[in-house]
């Protein structure tokens, strides 16, 4: 798309180039008279006017519209009803699946967003987490969790304002109160709203339920929907500095709980024995007491731990 911009830019230039010679070469050229019998001249337009009255501008732009896609969540009756997160571009909805675009988060004060999800009882609900969960060098930043109760028309923060980046919003598919985030926390300091929070009143207050670390947020959260209180979650140990990246530490690891976020245990067995970076997780909609597998470097995947037990 850049080259296809420059290059349509460079012939812009190049027509303009010619013309204008041409324009300043008729100026300096004396009147000549009307041969006898045709029409009086038009004195008031002027040669440039005249060579360049067949062009018409139209709209070649931006070259970049929103940025990378970080999630999408589609309504679960209404199939043409999406919403896009971007991950510098703000949040889109489309009600036609796909044909057009509205944005809907623009008066908001973050662009950046990480996560949308859409309550499963009540579609008209709608969170989002701001901030890519992401930490290279172009990275955009967020201010927390945004909660719409009229499908993206109107929106609240509803805290974590500190989080900065955000990997995953979960909603308890008994209690639409119930909701879990995994904030990732700020790229280049410590501390910050890091962790896996927990609300029970609808986002009124939050609980820190997995403490990372001071540099070690919550990168993913999954929950088996056959029963909601069992969890796991992924923290990530990551920073980075103008001069350099870290992605990954001691603080990173893998985390179970079969109580709605009140008691952890981090799981060691059948994972690499050197410390971890960034990882990604999913429950099987099918089979999900076959638990979660390890696969690594094309080797055959191996059993890390059941879900249940």
Avoid: C
Wanted: charge should be positive; hydrophobic fraction near 35%.
């Amino acid at each position: 798309m850049y080259h296809r911009f420059a290059s349509r830019v460079a012939r812009l230039v190049l027509l303009v180039s010619v013309i204008l010679p041409v324009a300043v070469v008729a100026q300096q050229r004396p009147p000549q008279r009307a041969a006898p019998g045709a029409a009086p001249a038009d004195t008031a337009r002027s040669p440039l006017a005249s060579a360049v009255s067949g062009l018409r501008l139209r709209s070649i732009g931006p070259a970049l519209l929103s940025g990378r896609v970080s999630d999408v969540a589609v309504h679960p009756t209404n199939r043409k009803i999406w919403y896009v997160a971007t991950a510098s571009g703000g949040l889109w909805k489309t009600t036609n699946a796909g044909t057009t675009f509205s944005p809907i988060f623009d008066d908001q004060s973050s662009y950046s967003i990480g996560v949308v999800v859409i309550d499963p009882k009540n579609p008209n609900v709608v969170w989002v987490g701001t901030g890519e969960n992401n930490a290279q060098r172009s990275v955009s930043y967020g201010d927390g969790v945004y909660q719409s109760i009229d499908g993206g028309r109107t929106w609240q923060n509803v805290g974590l304002k500190e989080s900065e980046h955000i990997g995953k919003i979960l909603i308890d598919p008994r209690n639409s109160d119930v909701v879990y985030v995994a904030a990732q926390g700020p790229v280049f300091k410590g501390g910050g709203d890091r962790g896996l929070y927990k609300t029970t009143d609808g986002g009124k207050t939050w609980t820190k339920v997995l403490d990372g670390g001071e540099w070690g947020g919550v990168a993913d959260v999954v929950m088996d929907l056959r029963r909601p209180d069992v969890l796991i979650a992924s923290t990530w140990q990551r920073t980075r500095r103008q001069w350099g990246y870290i992605a990954g530490g001691p603080e990173s690891g893998l985390h179970r709980s079969t109580d709605g976020g009140a008691t952890w245990n981090k799981v060691q067995r059948g994972l690499p024995t050197e410390e971890l970076g960034r990882i990604g997780l999913a429950i099987s909609p099918a089979n999900a007491g076959r638990g979660l597998r390890h696969h690594r470097g094309g080797q055959p995947p191996r059993r890390v731990l059941p879900l249940y037990g």
